[in-house]
């Protein structure tokens, strides 16, 4: 039972490459989400998913994309990298989308946009 | 909107008790959460208190709010240097849903 995987760990890029975040979870989750991490500001909540074929915005979701094709992947895009996207990246699922759902978290992706 | 506020440090010493402390702003929160966060690791669930409850005890870690301050603390008795990470308080909006607003997390240093 590995959790919550984030591939890769790190990751660098130039101004205007596109990129996939990937993250998979083999909990059958239905709520998937991402955040993002940067120095004092905590983690801030980029999309999520409650289930299959669904997803919405959170508080940051300008210069990313999400799907949800299956229950266990929710990919974050994105497709024209812009050095204000340089972060840390975190994938959380939790059993369902309802309120008090404990959430776990993967162990992030470092993304430098140069 | 809501907002959540941590102090950045605290810098205790080994066997001390560690007192977090973390305000918010959502007078409707119904779940309140502390998660930790070692150096190179992503946040791992430390403990939860239900909005209904005044305090939460759970081994060495005691979580205290306030819902009229809108003050919430997480307590750490006989604070070892393994408890040296970033604590994060965090608290559900958006209504019934599981979206979670982060504070900025303080960086507890436990010193031998």
């Known amino acids: 039972n590995a959790g919550v995987t984030q591939t890769p760990k790190f990751q660098v890029l130039k101004t205007g490459q596109s990129m996939t975040l990937q993250c998979a979870q083999d909990m059958n989750h239905e709520y998937m989400s991402w955040y993002r991490q940067d120095p004092g500001m905590g983690l801030r909540l980029i999309h999520y998913s409650v289930g299959a074929g669904i997803t919405d915005q959170g508080e940051v979701p300008n210069g990313y994309n999400v799907s949800r094709s299956t229950t266990e992947d929710f990919p974050l895009r994105l497709l024209s990298a812009a050095p204000s996207q340089t972060s840390v990246y975190f994938c959380?699922?939790?059993?369902?989308?309802?309120?008090?759902?404990?959430?776990?978290f993967g162990d992030g992706t470092r993304l430098s946009i140069l | 909107g809501e907002d959540v506020e941590q102090s950045l440090f605290l810098s205790v010493r080994e066997g001390d008790s560690s007192v977090i402390n973390c305000t918010y702003t959502?007078?409707?929160?119904?779940?309140l959460y502390w998660y930790k966060q070692e150096p190179g690791a992503g946040l791992q669930l430390l403990t939860y208190i239900f909005s209904n409850m005044d305090m939460k005890q759970d081994q060495r870690l005691t979580v205290l709010l306030n819902k009229k301050d809108k003050h919430l603390s997480l307590r750490i008795a006989d604070t070892q240097t393994g408890d040296s990470a970033i604590y994060f308080c965090a608290e559900i909006y958006g209504g019934a849903t599981n979206k979670l607003i982060f504070g900025t997390g303080t960086l507890l240093a436990v010193q031998p």
């Open positions: 959380a699922s939790s059993y369902s989308g309802g309120m008090g759902q404990p959430q776990h």
């Open positions: 959502d007078s409707s929160s119904t779940y």
